[in-house]
């Protein structure tokens, strides 16, 4: 069975940091792409980057842009999503994905597994 567990989410106060991580199992990472996403309340999940299974990363979400390191450590079967000088508007549900696809995409449909996500809260 594959799952997907996030975690890292928490408070975090504006202008500080935040350092999710996504372990899989029942698969093994090194030949998927792992996408991020997040959704806050009313608002539609949106992609917010992706590592291809070469290690190449794709930033999809403009408000990040210039903030965000995603990584991957294979032999943890783990990718990790930095966020750096967070503000309100980044409190979301964090979630990551993957799908059996070397490529990234932002496309949403094309994910296989989902993790269940991990909350992030930035007070205002």
């Known amino acids: 069975q594959v799952q997907l567990v996030e975690s890292g989410g928490g408070l975090v106060q504006p202008g500080g940091s935040l350092r999710l991580s996504c372990v899989a199992s029942?698969?093994?990472?090194?030949?998927?792409?792992v996408g991020w996403f997040r959704q806050a309340p009313g608002k539609q999940r949106e992609a917010v980057s992706c590592?291809?299974?070469?290690?190449?990363?794709?930033d999809f979400a403009g408000s990040v842009l210039g903030r965000v390191t995603v990584s991957r450590d294979n032999s943890k079967n783990t990718v990790y999503l930095q966020l750096n000088r967070v503000t309100p508007e980044d409190a979301a549900i964090y979630y990551c994905?993957?799908?059996?696809?070397?490529?990234?995409?932002?496309?949403?449909?094309?994910?296989?597994?989902w993790g269940l996500g991990t909350q992030v809260t930035v007070p205002s």
């Open positions: 994905a993957t799908k059996q696809d070397p490529r990234c995409t932002s496309d949403i449909i094309r994910y296989y597994y």
């Open positions: 029942g698969i093994t990472l090194d030949s998927y792409s």
């Open positions: 590592i291809s299974s070469g290690g190449y990363v794709t």
